[in-house]
């Protein structure tokens, strides 16, 4: 008689269904949480420190700049873009870029500067005749 499964395909069925059951049962272990070491920091918060060699008050300074997704910085700092032409509107202490405004330069992925009374605001750019579209919007004093 015949045996219906050849020995050299057993071999492979097996070999798949085994795969698979190793697969499924390491997936169903759920990943141990991180064991939290002094003060309620995770251990491998504490492996970043101890890797970079950070002290307390690198620590400290790192958390004061610290603002969790979705929350506002308390201020907010205009500072000049130098010579790009632009001010970028900074929040404090994150230092995230809020914003940048163009003023002294063409901006084509917001439109200022191609038309309308944007490009009339650049028309004055122009020295000894040459098209100048850019400036350098130096110190910032938003006040006057």
């Not at 491998?44 to 300074?61: H, S, W």
């Amino acid at each position: 008689m015949r045996s219906l499964i050849q020995p050299r395909r057993l071999r492979y069925v097996l070999a798949v269904i085994l795969t698979l059951v190793a697969i499924l049962a390491a997936c169903a272990q759920p990943a141990p949480a991180p064991a939290p070491v002094a003060e309620g920091i995770p251990a491998d918060a504490a492996g970043v420190i101890a890797e970079r060699g950070l002290t307390p008050d690198d620590v400290y300074a790192a958390v004061k700049t610290y603002m969790p997704t979705g929350q506002y910085d308390p201020y907010i700092m205009f500072s000049s873009g130098g010579q790009s032409g632009q001010v970028l509107v900074i929040g404090v202490p994150s230092m995230r870029i809020l914003k940048v405004l163009a003023v002294f330069t063409p901006e084509p992925w917001q439109g200022y500067g191609y038309g309308g009374a944007t490009n009339k605001t650049l028309e004055g750019g122009y020295v000894n005749g040459n098209e100048i579209k850019w400036g350098d919007t130096h110190h910032p004093n938003l006040s006057e």
